[in-house]
């Protein structure tokens, strides 16, 4: 079936609503669009999980800050609805910012501890941002499975805490991280990237794995992203038993994380 698109708050809820009561299963994927093979993996799982698929395309103003990328945030309409269709969505919803924010905002979703530090410490007005659009599009769509990916890790853990302590109806499901086949995490932001900064990119995983190899996992990443001298490092932290990176490569702010498991044997072995 071809994907069709809605622009409409009351349209969307509809025919949600309608795929549900014809028994239907909904699976939903939140994006801000100029999709990439990272939300195709989303939209593939989601269609593999569940009877019916649909995905939003939104660029939030209340997450960017007013020093942030809002304006010039890529998007490609047209783009968006071959992949989205090619991945097995059915209903596209692109609201306008007018349908999402009618006017000003008094009701913010603030989610304490899973915001703080990292990004959050960074941009400090960005989870309630994320956190509030979220829970509207939820509240939009109705029960249903939601998909995010493990790129953006502490958004997964502030959606995951904010669907628990508000009893949603929504089951959310982590998806892992898309590379290139250098490792460059995939991400939207890639595309703002120079010939020379995206290949500097590569850099957060390598800092990743040499975290992950290291006894102290923390200085490891920090001392290669240090060599880097296109990258300037925002943070490189271990929460959660999860390896985190963000840097700067020009104007262009990357992140990327790992699972943590431990020094490798071998390294056990030379510190034994
Ligand atoms: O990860 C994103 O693309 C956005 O933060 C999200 C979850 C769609 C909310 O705007």
Redesign the pocket.
Same mark, same amino acid.
């Given at each position: 079936m071809s994907v069709q698109t809605v622009e409409s708050i009351e349209g969307f809820r509809k025919v949600l609503d309608e795929e549900r009561r014809a028994g239907r299963t909904v699976g939903l994927v939140? &994006?801000?669009g100029f999709l990439h093979d990272g939300h195709a993996s989303l939209m593939r799982r989601a269609a593999a999980e569940c009877d019916v698929v649909a995905a &939003?395309i +939104?660029?939030?103003p209340l $997450?960017f800050a007013v020093s942030e990328d809002l304006s010039s945030y890529p998007r490609d309409l047209a783009a968006d609805q071959r992949l989205a269709e090619a991945a097995g969505v059915t209903w596209l919803f692109a609201p306008p910012v007018e349908e999402m924010y009618p006017g000003d905002v008094h009701t913010t979703v603030t989610v304490a501890g899973e915001s703080e530090g990292l990004e959050g410490e960074i941009r400090p007005t960005h989870f309630a =941002? !994320?956190a509030t !659009? !979220?829970a509207k599009?939820c509240n939009i769509a109705g029960p249903c499975r939601a998909y +995010? =990916?493990e790129k953006?890790w502490q $958004?997964l853990q502030v !959606?995951r805490r904010m669907v628990a302590d508000l009893s949603m109806p929504v089951e959310v499901v982590g998806c892992p991280i898309v590379r290139e086949p250098d490792g460059l995490a995939l991400s939207s932001r890639n595309a703002y990237l120079s010939a020379a900064e995206r290949r500097a990119a590569t850099v957060l995983h390598r800092a990743l794995r040499a975290g992950a190899d290291a006894a102290d996992p923390v200085e490891a990443m920090r001392r290669v992203v240090a060599a880097e001298p296109l990258a300037e490092l925002d943070y490189a932290e271990m929460r959660d038993g999860r390896l985190l990176v963000a840097a700067r490569l020009g104007t262009t702010r990357l992140l990327d994380n790992l699972a943590w498991e431990g020094p490798s044997d071998n390294h056990k072995a030379l510190e034994g």
């Open positions: 939140p &994006t801000m &939003t +939104f660029v939030n $997450q =941002g !994320v !659009v !979220v599009l +995010f =990916g953006d $958004q !959606v």
